[in-house]
């Protein structure tokens, strides 16, 4: 019995020499990590623990953020998870398809010396500092051990951050457009600086700082926010997103190894929320998941697993989806890390459901080369899931861009006929630049379609789709900062408003809205930014249309006929408030 005892004492101490650690058992008992990985999680999901050498680990994230920082359409994703603990040394840069977490609990349990997110690899000037291409990344649940600087744009998410410092949201005023910030605690100032837009969570800072044209807070403390109204300043103050739950998260728990934290409460008070949530989290082990690889597994290996009732872990990868992924359970949950792409390959969605209380969250879904009808279809147009919300949360769609054999099309990205669900953080693209880009070669007529009713959207960005950007049908809506540009390659014609809401709608409301024009290949006027219904309860309240570059005019009107004309570069037209004809 004392021989076992010391083999197993001489066992242990081996294994931490090594930097090995042992956890509690996984999906598959696969649960040994090596190198930083574990089988169950693949060779693209790095685990770093405090026993390890802090130099190696330093090299290893050096090395992946080199592969990273300019890899702007290529297939690579990773997911960096931290134990909890303290990395006071460490310093993270964070490029294309890589996500940052820690693993513990609240924020707070992971800190990290700091993580940055610069932009000066765009273009041959190094003084460029251009974050306007910083897309596909995130940070999520770490404490943050000084300021950082997060220069990004669309597709981005900082989640359940505490910043010991100052949070900077450009690399020296270069240019950026983002932008999402939520449940986080920044013990300083935010400095959106030259942000073209950016959208503010329920979070809590001392104060708040810059501003371009369509700035928006939602339930952020009420201490920090920045004085100055619309028109003559870019704020918008929303009232806290009452229908809102938090994002899920991958967690460890001491005894119980890796699982699935989901924050059960909807938001009731403004600020960061994060330590109240810290008892009221479901906890799904990976016993309950699937663990899905893009190297093995296909659509029907993970239908089988929505079969049997299992949550779906995407791990990073590009998912070939032959078939749509049908989630017929009702809470069932797909969380993808590092940004986990969804494709399909014959013409197919990529996931449907029709279930209730269904999260989505974390996952980029692709236009494939046969041409679909939809990419994501969310309910049915009876369904009424007043019972439980599905929850859309950072979620990204492209069609085009990527090196592809033919060029990619989809008729509309995102379908939503169910109703009451909430979207948080979504950023639906039409690629602009890159591989097999032009009118005729990535076709997708609409970006979003809304039919279901009372359904929610937050930070919506949508763009460069051919005919309309967003079409809401459905009654009983709301969106809170609303971004986008109209396509820029039209060839002839004029293009089509950006945010069209039927003229069957009676109950519609949306604030902090900002839509773009560019005429980059030809003279096309756009009539107005957003056309709704002429109703007494239907209102928009902040929005800005902007003429972003070239002469060929313009843009005539705001919203209807109410707002004036945007004929020059540079230029800008406000209205504080438009509804039933009624606008100021």
């Keep these: 019995m004392k021989m076992k005892t010391y083999i197993m004492m001489a066992v242990c101490f081996v294994c931490i020499a090594v930097g090995v650690t042992i956890m509690t058992t996984y999906a598959n008992r696969n649960d040994r990590r090596v190198d930083y990985h574990t089988k169950a999680l693949g060779d693209s999901v790095y685990i770093f623990s405090t026993q390890d050498d802090m130099e190696e680990v330093q090299q290893t994230i050096d090395a992946i953020y080199e592969k990273q920082e300019t890899n702007q359409f290529?297939?690579?994703?990773?997911?960096?998870?931290?134990?909890?603990?303290?990395?006071?040394?460490?310093?993270?840069?964070?490029?294309?398809?890589?996500?940052?977490?820690?693993?513990?609990?609240?924020?707070t349990d992971?800190?990290?010396?700091?993580?940055?997110?610069?932009?000066?690899?765009?273009?041959?000037?190094?003084?460029?500092?251009?974050?306007?291409?910083?897309?596909?990344?995130?940070?999520?649940?770490?404490?943050?051990?000084?300021?950082?600087?997060?220069?990004?744009?669309?597709?981005?998410?900082?989640?359940?951050?505490?910043?010991?410092?100052?949070?900077?949201?450009?690399?020296?005023?270069?240019?950026?457009?983002?932008?999402?910030?939520?449940?986080?605690?920044?013990?300083?100032?935010?400095?959106?600086?030259?942000?073209?837009?950016?959208?503010?969570?329920?979070?809590?800072?001392?104060?708040?700082?810059?501003?371009?044209?369509?700035?928006?807070?939602?339930?952020?403390?009420?201490?920090?926010?920045?004085?100055?109204?619309?028109?003559?300043f870019s704020y918008t103050r929303a009232?806290?997103?009452?229908?809102?739950?938090?994002?899920?998260?991958?967690?460890?728990?001491?005894?119980?190894?890796?699982?699935?934290?989901?924050?059960?409460?909807?938001?009731?008070?403004?600020?960061?929320?994060?330590?109240?949530?810290?008892?009221?989290?479901?906890?799904?082990?990976?016993?309950?998941?699937?663990?899905?690889?893009?190297?093995?597994?296909?659509?029907?290996?993970?239908?089988?697993?929505?079969?049997?009732?299992?949550?779906?872990?995407?791990?990073?990868?590009?998912?070939?989806?032959?078939d749509a992924l049908v989630v017929g359970g009702d809470d069932t949950v797909l969380l993808g890390l590092g940004l986990a792409s969804l494709e399909p390959s014959s013409g197919n969605a990529c996931v449907e459901t029709s279930s209730e209380g269904v999260t989505i969250a974390g996952l980029l879904f692709e236009a494939g080369e046969r041409e679909s009808d939809?990419?994501?279809?969310?309910g049915k147009p009876t369904e009424n899931n007043s019972q439980r919300r599905t929850l859309l949360s950072d979620v990204y769609f492209r069609v085009g861009g990527r090196a592809t054999a033919q060029a990619t099309a989809v008729d509309t990205a995102l379908i939503i006929d169910a109703n009451e669900v909430v979207g948080d953080n979504l950023w639906v693209w039409r690629a602009d630049h890159g591989d097999q880009v032009g009118w005729d070669a990535n076709r997708a007529k609409h970006g979003v379609i809304i039919n279901g009713e009372d359904v929610t959207m937050v930070a919506l960005m949508v763009e460069h789709f051919q005919e309309e950007q967003t079409v809401w049908n459905g009654n009983g809506g709301t969106c809170i900062m609303y971004q986008s540009e109209?396509?820029?390659?039209?060839?002839?014609?004029?293009?089509?408003?950006?945010?069209?809401?039927?003229?069957?709608?009676?109950?519609?409301?949306?604030?902090?809205?900002?839509?773009?024009?560019?005429?980059?290949?030809?003279?096309?006027?756009?009539?107005?930014?957003?056309?709704?219904?002429?109703?007494?309860?239907?209102?928009?309240?902040?929005?800005?249309?902007?003429?972003?570059?070239?002469?060929?005019?313009?843009?005539?009107?705001?919203?209807?006929?109410?707002?004036?004309?945007?004929?020059?570069?540079?230029?800008?037209?406000?209205?504080?408030?438009?509804?039933?004809k009624e606008w100021k």
């Excluded at 910083?134 to 404490?143: A, D, H």
């Excluded at 983002?178 to 329920?202: E, P």
């Excluded at 902007?546 to 002469?551: A, Q």
């Design 486 to 580: 109209v396509p820029y390659d039209i060839p002839s014609g004029e293009a089509k408003p950006s945010f069209y809401v039927s003229d069957s709608v009676k109950d519609f409301y949306a604030t902090g809205l900002g839509i773009y024009l560019y005429n980059r290949d030809a003279r096309i006027p756009l009539e107005c930014g957003m056309r709704v219904p002429d109703a007494p309860g239907v209102a928009v309240d902040h929005i800005i249309t902007v003429m972003l570059g070239n002469s060929h005019p313009g843009i005539h009107h705001v919203i209807n006929e109410a707002g004036g004309s945007c004929m020059n570069v540079g230029e800008t037209q406000k209205v504080l408030h438009y509804c039933n």
């Design 374 to 378: 939809v990419l994501l279809h969310v």
């Design 239 to 322: 009232d806290v997103v009452d229908v809102m739950r938090e994002k899920p998260y991958l967690s460890y728990r001491e005894g119980a190894g890796m699982g699935i934290a989901i924050p059960t409460k909807t938001a009731t008070s403004a600020g960061c929320r994060w330590v109240e949530e810290s008892q009221q989290v479901e906890w799904i082990p990976l016993d309950d998941c699937y663990i899905a690889r893009a190297d093995e597994d296909t659509a029907a290996s993970i239908n089988v697993a929505l079969s049997e009732g299992k949550h779906i872990l995407f791990t990073p990868g590009c998912y070939q989806l032959e």
């Design 74 to 107: 290529g297939n690579q994703r990773y997911a960096l998870l931290f134990l909890p603990g303290d990395y006071p040394k460490l310093q993270v840069k964070v490029g294309y398809y890589t996500q940052v977490m820690g693993l513990g609990n609240q924020p």
């Design 110 to 232: 992971t800190r990290i010396g700091s993580i940055d997110c610069d932009a000066t690899w765009l273009g041959d000037d190094p003084n460029n500092h251009n974050a306007l291409c910083n897309f596909w990344r995130s940070v999520e649940n770490v404490e943050i051990m000084g300021n950082s600087m997060w220069a990004v744009s669309q597709a981005t998410d900082m989640r359940r951050v505490q910043v010991d410092g100052a949070l900077y949201l450009h690399d020296n005023y270069g240019w950026a457009s983002g932008g999402f910030l939520a449940d986080s605690n920044i013990q300083s100032m935010v400095d959106s600086g030259s942000q073209q837009q950016w959208l503010s969570r329920n979070n809590t800072y001392r104060t708040w700082m810059g501003q371009n044209w369509n700035i928006v807070f939602a339930g952020d403390q009420e201490d920090g926010l920045p004085n100055g109204t619309w028109p003559m």
